[in-house]
């Protein structure tokens, strides 16, 4: 794992606006984040019954899955809905590995290139809320929830499942997806939690749309009892749910808070049973503290699946020069913003270095990996090559609903941007409102922030890559990226596929059409008593919440 030590401390004087951070007592490098011990994901025992889970969550703009991509939507109804198939979950899951199992679907078969037969579970129950009151799934279930998904114009997400022709019904259990052409990721992308749930034709006639909280009726472990917008979502056990024995706990309370002291100062009293933070983790800021205080926690350390990028219109000037690109990129001290704000973490490319199976190393960029030198001399050198030896102003879009992190992170950037002659306006937004308008690609100038998950390599680099998608945000399009990712969409040999995703990965780092920046050092952690759990970073908490259980 390559979660870089602090090693740059002249980059730390530029820290003007996190000296309170600094003065709270973190050292930045004395400590080295511990390896996973081979017996971390130890047997749990005998699963307990009972109990209420509390755990830092979300407050969901709303709780349609298939007309958002936002991840606090996605998150929170992942107690209530189940998908075809999973990534699997439980104690002796290591963080960042994503092996599919089956979930709805029992099991799968692919009899050519273009058709995927899936065979549902029989007897799984929606939950017993009108109007399903408790009946059958069946495959006209899943034909409906892909339908919609591939129809609905409010769908960012549609772009997963391109190649997907139809969806046909065989018979009471079974379905079949019919593709255009060969796309070899599909079982992947359906064990992915972002909009692949399978909802209900009853509720979408009867109420229009999923957004309202009692709109969110399921087939999942827990049935959704009270919402309190900003406060919390209740959760408590479905009785009927498919998988033998679970959930575990009673009830679940996915409490919304915002202010990362106070989330701490809650684990540290034990009113939260795992961290207080995305994945249920400790911030590194407040890690060392904690572990002096509370080593009987458990904690974990992993790499953040979520590449950070600036991104930007490069369908306009002066964007649509790769000058100006490569010479943003050599503004940005990556290291000197890991150092700053999350004190362990990598540079990475465009995928994760979280997911390292596809993530090349910097240093395997080729050509493209010197545009992740900080270099200012360069960076002043290349705008007056492309016309603007006085530099050049825009702004710089930053949401104000990820966390103060992410703010600090943006006014270190502005800064870098600055010594080089950018001159960036910085433009908080709202977060509901930059969802839909500046990560949907409606915005000017620049933007910063996280930009995509990659639990596979296929959804982050075709949806941001390939032309008139929802999520390219960047407004990239460049026929030689569209023509390698096609290819390997049906490219069945893996250490060819793998290649080829390399490969399009060096392309992008000489480009810069995105400046990719890093990828966090991530430390989950849990109580104790909280057994058959692993914080492994997906949408799915609900599925981890349900196989886990309380020895209190």
Known sequence: MDMAPSRNPKS????????????????????????????????????????????????????????????????????????????????????????????????????????????????VKWHNKPPVNGRELVAEDVKFTF??????????????????????VVDRYTVKFLLKEPFVWLVNV????????????????????????????????????????????????????????????????????????????????GQLDAGPWHWWAVRQQDLEALKKTHPNLMYQDFLSIVSHAIYMRTDQAPFNDVRVRRAISHAIDRQGIIDAVFIRGALTPAVSR??????????????????????????????????????????????????????????LAQDYLKDVGIEAELKPQEYGAYMATTFA????????????????????????????????????NDPKITAMLKEQRRTKDLEARRKMIFDIQRHIAEQQYYVYLYAVGVTGSWQPYVKNYAPNPTFNYGGRAAALWLER
């Open 354 to 411: 979280g997911l390292p199976e596809w993530s090349p190393r910097i240093d395997e960029l080729g050509a493209g990996a010197k545009y992740y030198q900080h270099d200012p001399k360069e960076a002043k050198r290349l705008l007056a090559e492309a016309g603007f030896p006085k530099g050049l102003k825009t702004q710089l879009t930053v949401t104000t609903g990820l966390g103060r992190d992410l703010l600090d992170i943006a006014q």
């Open 441 to 476: 690609g409606k915005y000017e100038g620049l933007a910063i922030g996280p930009v995509s998950l990659a639990w596979e390599p296929d959804s982050v680099l075709y949806g941001l890559y390939a032309p008139d998608q929802g999520r390219n945000n960047g407004h990239v």
């Open 147 to 168: 339908d919609r998904f591939l129809t609905e114009p409010g769908n960012a997400a549609r772009y997963v499942l391109e190649p997907v022709d139809r969806v046909e």
């Open 190 to 269: 359906l064990a992915n939690p972002l909009s692949m749930w399978i909802i209900a034709p009853e509720v979408v006639e009867k109420f229009g749309d999923l957004k309202r909280a009692e709109h969110a009726i399921g087939t999942g472990p827990f049935l959704l009892e009270r919402y309190e917008p900003n406060v919390k979502t209740v959760f408590k056990r479905n009785p009927d749910y498919f998988l033998p024995g679970q959930p575990y706990v009673d009830s679940v309370e996915w409490l919304v808070v915002d202010d990362a002291s106070a989330g701490l100062a809650m684990y540290r009293t």
């Open 12 to 123: 730390l004087s530029r820290r003007r606006l996190l000296q309170a951070g600094l003065a709270a007592g973190v050292t930045l490098s004395t400590w080295p984040l511990a390896r996973p011990s081979e017996s971390w994901g130890a047997a749990a025992g005998q699963p307990k019954r009972g109990g209420i889970l509390r755990v830092w969550g979300y407050d969901p703009p709303h709780f349609d899955p298939q007309l958002t991509i936002n991840g606090k939507t996605q998150n929170t109804v992942s107690f209530v809905y189940s998908t075809l198939v999973q990534y699997k979950v439980g104690a002796d899951v290591k963080p960042s590995t994503f092996t599919v199992e089956p979930h709805l679907a029992e099991r799968w078969e692919q009899p050519d290139d273009t058709t995927y037969i899936f065979h549902l579970r029989q007897g």
